[in-house]
């Protein structure tokens, strides 16, 4: 079924063995990294896993990201945008950190963001394949069925069948990707269910979301693909995931983060399905998501539609090119369409699709009704928009009595759509509002680094006027002396500046001002050169709101010291 190994792929995997650190599994995980997380297989085997999370308020919440890529006329890629083409969805977690077990917390919990007691937001997580299911995972996984469908025994377990075991599972049709997962979480639940994971995990089990194994959603395979959390927004929708090489501020070539067909690239290698973990991570560590094995997810294929999905389901979705694709055709958000039937009438299989998997579980386990309920309650209210709304006069929430008081029947039924249509409208203005919230954070930020670097200048300047007046230079003198009263000028229309988005900010409610500024710290820390001091300014910015919220001023010469201190 395998090609044989050439002797160059057995020395380059024995290489990336001798890499690898000590306690790296050659089979099952040749290159472990911090915040590996893994699932037992029988025979002693392994599935590993990488967390992803988003800041989010709780279960309900969700962020909202780019999927696919905007084509250029011209560009390749341009004439199938109808399939892979920009468009706008909605990720979350289904995970929070006390859902997890023991081993698994500890392996997570130094990866996120440190909680301070008074963050409004909370990292919710999910867990995706670190690498494609292998040929040997799918053997030992659907041995298991016949037993644990009650005929016989569980199989005696037999030795790897050398490297060609770690290649990828591929020719299987979309069912036996469903039925492998289907197969392992049953095993999962009948012999280590104490290690999956559990959504809203409380004293009562059956109270919570049980975990188990499926295919990732195609919003989850994306976001991760990307980089999920460990980029930057920008980064986040480029063609191509960050490729970091030390010393370099340029990318990496792509063919050593994929596998790919790279003939026409001069290389003279020819294309095929090789070993997982042969290449590097990309930056939340999974790996081979360009190229090698295309991957099935769980929805069926839709449309892009004026910057959506589109309305009719199709065949079954494949993510992230294979082996035999040209460098210039594979991007991060690449995505296929294949028919679940062959013309035969038989499941439709592929030599060049496998499939990772995912941890999934309930999304509104009955231990989060409260939660879940808290929250949507709280969606669409107008008080939610800014502080000078009290709760007690939110024109929703007296909507809500009336609609409750009203004994007219066809008078509830109209009003309760009134309702509804006006909690969506603030919900959508609620969004966009957070949004303009965390720009604006930004972008305080970068002023207040501006004001930073015009003092700087102002004071080397200054400094030169008085060296040239030392020198007895007056032409120069006066020079320096025109340059700073230009520098003293844009000093205080920056500073202007500042103090305008000082009010600007008390236009925000202090939760979102608050929220936003969390992902905003986020944000900011991912930027390697300026990211630390603009972190600083942010939070000095955020303090000058709350100052100027409560005082309803701003003293100019206070917050300039306090902008320029050391």
């Known amino acids: ?65 780019t999927l696919g890529y905007p084509f250029s006329e011209g560009e390749p890629g341009y004439q199938q945008s109808f399939i892979s083409g920009y468009r706008r969805d909605y990720i979350n977690g289904q995970f929070t950190l ?35 299911v292998t040929q040997r995972q799918y053997d ?44 392992y979480s049953a095993w999962l639940l009948k012999n280590h269910r104490d290690l999956l994971p559990v959504s809203g995990r409380s004293g009562n089990r059956e109270d919570g979301g049980q975990g188990f194994v499926r295919l990732p959603t195609e919003v989850e395979w994306e976001y991760a693909a990307r980089g999920g959390h460990a980029v930057s927004r920008q980064q986040l929708e480029a063609r191509l995931f960050p490729r970091p090489v030390e010393g370099s501020d340029s990318d990496g070539p792509l063919g050593d983060w994929a596998v790919f067909n790279q003939v026409s690239g001069g290389t003279g290698q020819n294309a095929r399905l090789l070993p997982i973990g042969l290449k590097k991570p990309n930056p939340i560590g999974m790996f081979d998501v360009i190229g090698n094995a295309a991957e099935m997810v769980q929805e069926s294929f839709q449309l892009v539609h004026a910057g959506r999905r589109q309305g009719t389901y199709g065949g079954f ?44 579980a309930l999304s509104a386990p009955r231990s989060r009704y409260k939660e879940l309920f808290a929250q949507w309650k709280d969606e669409g209210r107008v008080s939610t928009l800014t502080d000078e709304i009290d709760e007690d006069q939110d024109a929703t929430k007296l909507l809500d009595g009336l609609i409750a008081n ?13 309702n509804e249509e006006l909690k ?29 670097n ?75 050169v300026l990211g ?3 972190v600083t300014r942010a939070t000095l910015f955020v303090h000058h709101v709350g100052e100027y919220r409560k005082n309803r001023k701003a003293d100019a010469d206070v917050i300039l010291k306090q902008l320029l201190a050391p």
């Not at 037993?147 to 599972?169: D, T, V, Y």
């Not at 499941?347 to 998997?357: A, H, K, P, S, Y």
């Open 1 to 65: 079924m395998y090609k044989v190994l050439s002797a160059t792929l057995v020395l380059s995997c024995l290489a990336s063995a001798a890499w690898a650190e000590p306690d790296a599994d050659p089979l099952y995980n040749p290159k472990p990294l911090k915040g590996d997380v893994s699932l037992p297989l029988p025979c002693d085997g392994q599935m590993v896993f990488r967390h992803v999370y988003v800041l989010a308020k709780g279960s309900l919440d969700d962020h909202e990201v």
């Open 532 to 534: 630390k001091s603009l």
């Open 406 to 418: 009203s004994d007219d029947p066809q008078l509830r039924d109209r009003l309760a759509i009134v």
């Open 140 to 183: 030992l996984v659907m041995a298991q069925a016949p037993s644990l469908a009650g005929e016989g025994e569980p199989p005696a377990c037999e030795a790897p069948a050398g490297m060609a075991g770690r290649l990828p599972k591929v020719n299987l049709s979309r069912f036996d990707a469903e039925r492998f997962a289907a197969v």
């Open 317 to 360: 979705v494949v993510k992230g090119g294979n082996y035999l694709e040209g460098e210039m055709t594979l991007f991060t958000g690449m995505r296929r369409e294949y028919p679940l039937f062959g013309a035969d009438g038989t499941e439709q299989r592929n030599e060049t699709t496998g499939f990772r998997v995912s941890i999934g």
């Open 454 to 528: 015009y003092n700087i200048r102002l004071t080397n300047l200054r400094k030169s006027r008085d060296e040239a007046r030392s020198a007895k230079d007056e032409a120069s003198a006066k020079l320096f002396e025109a340059a700073m009263a230009n520098g003293q000028s844009a000093l205080d229309g920056a500073l202007a500046i500042y103090i305008d988005n000082l009010a600007n900010g008390t236009r925000y409610s202090n939760a979102v001002i608050q929220a936003q500024f969390q992902r905003t710290k986020e944000e900011l820390a991912r930027k390697p």
């Open 424 to 452: 969506r409208s603030v919900s959508l203005i609620a969004k966009q509002r957070e949004d303009a919230a965390g720009n604006l954070i930004q972008s305080a930020a970068l002023v207040a680094e501006t004001i930073n």
């Open 98 to 132: 006390s859902d997890l077990s023991k081993d698994w917390q500890a392996k997570v919990r130094g990866e996120l963001p440190k909680a301070d007691g008074v963050t409004p937001l909370k990292p919710m997580l999910y867990f995706i394949g670190k690498y494609e």
